[in-house]
């Protein structure tokens, strides 16, 4: 692409913009707003919007998922079905059409999917199945103000996997989880693939895979010396403006709950001190949610608090249920209230902690309109984790240190939390009726471009990895009026292009410095000036990285390319 035409409004400085991605990708041309977290994709960075999509592309195909495209807009009535329609919170962006007729656009799309495969895949038969799309998602986020790292418009790759029984779910989860850390490496990201703990899921059942760096917005546990990695996003979130301003909560309430049973009885039936029961699960007691905050360590007892974490997980499920999955005595369940069902707001479980009644370490008791941040610290949240920097590794008691991280993916194993609510069923090979089994599985396209910036720039600009670059090499003529420099650099952008190397050729009448400031600021992997030794035949060439420079000619410039 030739520089002179190309449509990259470059900007000296930029405003309002805190973090280093959105500044690089403003000043570079590449992005622009047009309201707040919306932003248009400029050529340069729909570039790199290709290059991502096409390596997460090929990562989901060779896994054998398939690709699809599914509305945006849906009509409210799926979303009524699953409780989404008010559960999901203000981020929900609702909008109706000529007849008032009510529609969402799409934050995530499982009711969707669930809705069509629940009409074309009735037999054990056609399982599993995995189906992915890219697209644009609506989200009315709180704090949408860090450039592409949270937009209220973004571009996310959405999976979606249905089972006939659980093993199968876990080998797509893991192919998941494996394609997801071939993607990220080949995008040239440093992250971790951490135990994402939304509170309501078993450490198992969700992987978050976590970008390091300062810019994030969640915590992340990790040993020095072991891959464990945990997401304490709990103690984050409420501790931050995520939380704050929201309605007016009213002010806590302690409420005696006959019949309900306390923490200490939780613990007391998963044999396990009170202190070192870690998870939290949402029970829709009575029809009243209940968030329990269970304490420690979930691998004390590793069996029981799974199943109960699993039976958690089964959203609408009924009391016997429960009681089988769990191996729960009636005696537990009952007093507990899990009268007609179940549910649990995995993904929501820290937004919707405002409405909860909480556990209040009392026999009969809860705390009703608990707001964590203000009837609780930050750091007895934190407590509640059991997990401090300086402490030992729950795996292999090295030290654990906290570091922050850009949240660029999630892989949840859903179970039947969608299937059962919209009633999407297959027949087994006994012929009996069962609901799909279902994983999901996000990546932040666009949040993964942001990411990549955040971590791969100097004072000087972008550096882009050569996998995601716009473009391979930027090829600068210094002085276009200069003949020999115009004519080797015409053949040179010539040559690369024939050889397939992607090619930015500045070919703009401005001053050197401007050009190399530019370049630097775009931050294509490679330079190439073509400047006064242009008539010995010799060109530099530069790499953006590390600044390493040498000279030659220009035959040799596509072998040193990287
Ligand atoms: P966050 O905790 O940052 O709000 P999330 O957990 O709500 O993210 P998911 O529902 O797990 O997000 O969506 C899958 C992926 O979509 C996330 O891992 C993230 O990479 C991306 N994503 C979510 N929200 C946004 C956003 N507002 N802007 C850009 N990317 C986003
Ligand atoms: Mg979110
Ligand atoms: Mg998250
Ligand atoms: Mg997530």
């Not at 008032?100 to 499982?110: K, L």
């Not at 370049?519 to 530099?540: F, H, I, S, W």
Request: net charge negative; with cysteine; aromatic share 6%.
């Amino acid at each position: 692409m030739r520089q002179k035409n190309a449509f990259i409004p470059t900007l000296r400085t930029v405003g309002e913009a805190e973090m280093v991605s959105h500044q690089l990708l403003l000043r570079g041309g590449y992005i622009r707003q047009l309201a707040t977290g919306i932003y248009t994709y400029l050529p340069l960075a729909y570039r790199v919007l290709h290059k991502v999509e096409n390596i997460v592309r090929e990562e989901m195909d060779r896994i054998g998922a398939q690709q699809l495209l599914l509305p945006a807009l849906h009509p409210a009535e799926l979303w009524k079905e699953t409780g989404r329609w008010t559960n999901y919170g203000p981020e929900l962006v609702k909008l109706q059409d000529r007849h008032e007729r009510d529609f969402v656009a799409g934050p995530t799309h499982e009711e969707v999917i669930t809705d069509l495969l629940r009409d074309e895949m009735n037999t054990y038969k056609k399982l599993p199945m995995s189906l992915y799309q890219i697209q644009t998602k609506f989200r009315d986020e709180r704090r949408p103000r860090s450039g592409l790292l949270r937009g209220r418009e973004f571009i996310m790759k959405d999976a979606y996997s249905f089972h006939a029984d659980r093993e199968s779910l876990d080998v797509t989860y893991h192919h998941m989880y494996q394609a997801y850390m071939n993607i990220f490496t080949r995008c040239g990201l440093d992250f971790r693939a951490v135990e994402a703990d939304a509170g309501a899921i078993g450490g198992k059942g969700t992987h978050e895979f976590m970008v390091l760096s300062d810019a994030g917005e969640d915590t992340i546990a990790m040993c020095e010396a072991c891959d464990y990695a945990a997401n304490i996003e709990m103690a984050e979130v409420v501790g931050s403006e995520k939380s704050t301003d929201k309605t007016p909560v009213p002010a806590m309430e302690k409420v005696a709950t006959p019949g309900k049973r306390s923490i200490q009885d939780v613990a007391a039936y998963l044999n396990v001190p009170t202190r070192q029961l870690v998870k939290s699960l949402l029970f829709i007691a009575d029809g009243t949610p209940v968030l329990v905050l269970v304490r420690g360590d979930h691998e004390v007892n590793d069996v029981k608090v799974k199943n109960l974490v699993d039976a958690s997980l089964c959203e609408l499920a009924d009391e016997e249920t429960i009681r089988r999955v769990t191996g729960a005595p009636s005696g537990f369940v009952g007093p507990v209230g899990l009268k007609e069902k179940v549910q649990v707001f995995v993904d929501q479980a820290v937004m919707q902690l405002n409405e909860m009644v909480v556990g209040a370490n009392e026999a009969d008791t809860h705390l009703k309109h608990v707001q964590v941040g203000r009837d609780f610290t930050v750091d007895q949240v934190a407590d509640l984790r059991n997990i401090q920097p300086g402490d030992a590794c729950p795996r292999c008691s090295a030290t654990i240190r906290f570091k922050r991280g850009i949240e660029v993916g999630h892989v949840f194993k859903l179970g039947t939390r969608y299937s059962e609510a919209m009633k999407a069923k297959f027949l087994d090979p006994n012929g009996k009726e069962q609901p799909f089994i279902m994983g999901c599985y996000g990546i932040g396209i666009s949040r993964t471009i942001a990411s990549i910036v955040e971590q791969h720039n100097d004072e000087n600009g972008i550096i882009w990895p050569v996998a995601v670059a716009p473009f391979a090499v930027h090829l600068i003529a210094v002085n276009m009026k200069n003949e020999d420099q115009a004519r080797l650099a015409e053949g040179l952008y010539e040559k690369l292009q024939q050889a397939g190397v992607e090619v930015l050729f500045d070919d703009r009448t401005e001053r050197a410095g401007v050009k190399f400031k530019d370049a630097d600021l775009l931050g294509m992997p490679v330079r190439v000036t073509v400047g006064a030794k242009a008539n010995e035949g010799t060109v530099e060439i530069k790499l953006r990285r590390t600044g390493e420079a040498k000279e030659l000619s220009p035959e040799e410039v596509l072998k040193e390319l990287p």
